[in-house]
């Protein structure tokens, strides 16, 4: 069984375009992440979420609008997607916030926007 | 603010060579976490180590092994003959505790080739 796991694996879109993007863990875990990953390989923090509420949000654009329907679902809906949202985005979980939980992360959706 | 710098872009070896990735960071917290992660090219990434602040033990495991020096704010890792296998982007990142939130920073990553 897959720990995390994102759906989909590719997305291929038009700007202007409304997508979203799921994630979901089997682990038990209190905490979900988002990551982005740029073409340059460089990973970066999007949000954070324990328990369902959000924690962190990393200066992220509101168009980036995350949701947890429960502790084990962290969706991702980007609105009027731009050129420059193309990019790996990565899902994790830990067990809680506290620092240093190891973070699993799912297998990452790669987002091409035309 | 925290910050990981992982100086080396791109490393190329041939087999059977060592090889040592660095890694320097910066944080204002006493107490901190530091990881290193594997990106091979199929694009998971897969986790290789975790070592808190309190903990200048160095680590072997297997042909992997890793030196944590505070003194020098550095954790680096070293292949020992390395294989094909190997090779992929590895990221050292920072958790720091009294965040609050385990947000992991990573570095920018080096890419490891191994020629066979």
């Known amino acids: 069984d897959t720990a995390v796991s994102q759906t989909p694996k590719y997305l291929v879109t038009q700007m202007g375009n409304d997508k979203s993007i799921k994630c979901e863990q089997n682990?038990?875990?209190?905490?979900m992440y988002w990551y982005k990953q740029d073409s340059k390989k460089f990973l970066k923090i999007m949000f954070s979420y324990n328990n369902k509420e959000l924690i962190i949000n990393e200066t992220v654009p509101n168009r980036f609008s995350p949701k947890s329907p429960d502790k084990a679902h962290l969706n991702l809906h980007i609105n009027s997607l731009e050129l420059g949202d193309s990019a790996v985005y990565f899902c994790a979980s830990s067990q809680d916030l506290r620092g240093g939980n190891e973070q699993f992360f799912g297998p990452g959706t790669r987002l091409t926007v035309l | 603010a925290q910050k990981v710098t992982q100086a080396q872009t791109e490393i190329s070896v041939v087999e059977k060579e060592d090889v040592t990735l660095d890694c320097v960071y910066e944080t204002r917290d006493t107490t901190y976490y530091l990881f290193w992660y594997k990106q091979p090219p199929s694009g998971e990434l897969v986790f290789l180590i975790r070592?808190?602040?309190?903990?200048?033990q160095n680590e072997i495991s297997g042909r992997y092994s890793w030196n944590f020096q505070k003194s020098t704010s550095s954790f680096n890792f070293t292949i020992t003959a390395s294989q094909v296998v190997d090779s992929a982007v590895y990221f050292c990142a920072l958790s720091e505790v009294l965040s609050g939130a385990n947000n992991l920073f990573f570095g920018t990553g080096t890419r490891l080739t191994v020629i066979p």
């Open positions: 682990l038990g875990h209190d905490t």
């Open positions: 070592r808190n602040s309190f903990d200048e």
